[in-house]
């Protein structure tokens, strides 16, 4: 079946950094892009960041641009976030997602910055 599982997350200071990663199984990782999404009481659902199959195109909402980079491991079925510089308002809950029809989520990770 197929699964996303998120990790990474957790308590960081304002202008700490933290990684997240999402291990993908029961799709091709390969076939399609990948997207973080969050979603927090105070700021809703947000794309956050995205990329393609072939690496040719990354997405950044102008929220974490130039602080938030995605990324991929391709043999270990994994995609990363690496978030610096974070602010309070990332906190979020954190979720890793296939884009495209069938849309798969995960569980999500917290991310908490105070």
């Known amino acids: 079946h197929v699964q996303l599982v998120e990790s990474g997350g957790g308590l960081e200071q304002p202008g700490g950094s933290l990684r997240l990663s999402c291990v993908v199984s029961g799709f091709d990782f390969s076939a399609g892009g990948m997207s973080w999404i969050r979603q927090a009481p105070g700021k809703g659902l947000e794309r956050v960041s995205g990329d393609s199959a072939g690496g040719d195109y990354t997405y950044y909402s102008d929220s974490v641009k130039g602080r938030f980079t995605i990324s991929r491991d391709i043999a270990k079925n994994t995609l990363f976030l690496q978030m610096n510089s974070l602010k309070t308002d990332d906190t979020a809950m954190y979720y890793c997602?296939?884009?495209?029809?069938?849309?798969?989520w995960g569980r999500g990770t917290q991310v908490t910055v105070s």
């Open positions: 997602a296939k884009d495209r029809v069938p849309l798969y």
